[in-house]
């Protein structure tokens, strides 16, 4: 952040560690609880979490996104995503993973399904 930034909102739409699922055991205890809300694309799995926030963990296979183009685009849409909503979501720990190939579809309908997985998730 610059030194002439002082808008509160960007600081706090960041993408901070605090608000990442970085640990395996972290990852597998989201996989372990086995509660998941399914989209077209993608598949939100889900468990409360400990702490006080949203914490969010991004899967992408190569087998469903070959290029690391379009698996580094996912990602980077995902945490747009999650930057922006993450004040009003659940304190639950959630991994995006995506579930179908991608190929050949466009931004719009990933974000679609995007916003439609996590307006989904319930409280």
């Known amino acids: 952040m610059s030194a002439g930034n002082t808008d ?43 702490y006080a926030c949203a914490r969010l963990g991004v899967v992408v296979a190569k087998k469903l996104a070959r290029r690391a183009v379009l698996r580094n685009l996912i990602k980077r849409m995902a945490r747009e995503h999650f930057r922006h909503t993450r004040e009003i979501l659940p304190c639950h720990d959630m991994i995006l993973r995506l579930n179908a190939p991608a190929k050949a579809v466009s931004k719009a ?8 997985l996590f307006r989904r998730l319930p409280k």
């Open 8 to 50: 509160p909102q960007a600081v706090s739409r960041s993408f901070r560690p605090a608000y990442r699922l970085c640990k395996t055991d972290e990852y597998s205890s989201v996989f372990a609880f086995r509660k998941a809300v399914r989209g077209r694309y993608f598949v939100l799995h889900y468990k409360p979490s400990e």
């Open 109 to 116: 309908e990933l974000r679609g399904d995007l916003a439609g």
